[in-house]
């Protein structure tokens, strides 16, 4: 919570990453979910967890005084708002608290280099791109998707709700892993047919999933990389949090396979972060901002403005033609293909 005392939010700024390590620990022990049926000793958390007693009893101190725990006059920890934010049973940020602390913490820390050479710190301090790693790190991978899915959740309900698919009778989800943005379409559009592309570790439980949702029948999957080829022939071309994982030449190239690819007819749509044209400090523009800021240490990516993807899209031979704002932070970027005539 914010405070009018510039002292103490000074305090919390140079504590912060105190702060999140504790939220990060609480999330892998589950803390939020033990005491959201009632208030818990230290002992108690202690046993649950598996963890040391006076060291856990600390840390919940702690919590208390970032407002995310309550300690009551019988020093029972118990549960807040803020802490069921992070419940199991309430996904949104639980896995994404996981997933940054592999991702980002130790890139975050060499931010200066990003500030110095203008290329992302992460292949500096891991010798290794965030990619590779995953490829090559199976629990890492779970908990990256983990939290992909968790925000996929939030997305699709957005775009299902603003967006008209009147008409649309193809679609093909490009990078949509395995398949919960192409599953919720479906599921909401009966007379729609998909593609899911992606490369095959993407593709992992793809299959299965797409079953589990009752959409599987009406589901191909392919193979492949967008920096080559995707499936052509579809009415609509989806791309969620794709084009902001890269720098300016990568995301060309792939909106450029993707213009290559697309009937005349065809629309894409971009469904991403946007940065509004003048940064304040309310929720939505610190969210944005901060994604785009970790897309510059971590993947060397950003987020961009409205007129900047358009800007991008033009420059892959793709025409924006309009913007459709889901809520304070996502939107779906429309575009169709230049056509020389």
Not at 29 to 46: F, N, Q
Not at 87 to 106: F, I
């Amino acid at each position: 919570m914010r405070s009018d005392d510039p002292q103490l939010e000074a305090r919390r700024l140079i504590s912060g990453f105190r702060a999140y390590q504790m939220m990060v620990a609480a999330c892998r022990l589950e803390l939020p979910d033990h005491v959201a049926t009632g208030a818990k000793t230290a002992s108690e958390l202690a046993t649950a967890t598996g963890t040391h007693e006076p060291s856990l009893r600390r840390m919940l101190r702690g919590l208390a005084a970032w407002g995310v725990l309550i300690e009551g006059a019988d020093g029972r920890f118990g549960s807040t708002p803020l802490s069921d934010m992070f419940r199991a049973d309430r996904p949104g940020l639980r896995n994404m608290t996981v997933m940054l602390s592999g991702e980002g913490y130790r890139a975050w820390g060499d931010l200066m280099h990003t500030l110095r050479t203008g290329q992302p710190a992460y292949p500096h301090v891991f010798g290794s791109t965030r990619w590779e790693d995953l490829a090559n790190d199976p629990a890492a991978a779970a908990e990256f998707n983990a939290a992909m899915i968790e925000m996929t959740a939030r997305i699709a309900a957005g775009f299902i709700r603003s967006y008209d698919l009147s008409g649309v009778r193809s679609v093909v989800d490009v990078g949509g892993g395995n398949g919960a943005l192409l599953g919720a379409v479906l599921k909401a559009n009966p007379a729609i047919r998909g593609v899911l592309f992606d490369l095959p570790a993407g593709l992992e439980g793809a299959r299965e999933k797409l079953e589990k949702e009752g959409v599987g029948g009406r589901v191909e999957i392919v193979e492949g990389s967008f920096f080559e080829t995707i499936p052509s022939g579809a009415d609509l071309y989806l791309l969620k949090s794709i084009v902001h994982d890269w720098d300016e030449e990568h995301a060309r190239a792939i909106l450029e396979t993707c213009r290559r690819c697309m009937g005349q007819d065809a629309r894409l749509v971009l469904l991403e972060r946007t940065l509004p044209e003048r940064i304040d400090d309310s929720a939505g523009t610190l969210a944005t901002v901060m994604s785009d800021l970790h897309m510059m240490v971590v993947l060397g990516g950003r987020e961009r403005t409205p007129a900047e993807y358009g800007e991008l899209l033009s420059s892959a031979g793709l025409r924006m033609t309009r913007h459709v704002a889901f809520d304070a932070e996502f939107g779906a970027i429309e575009a169709r293909a230049v056509v020389a005539g």
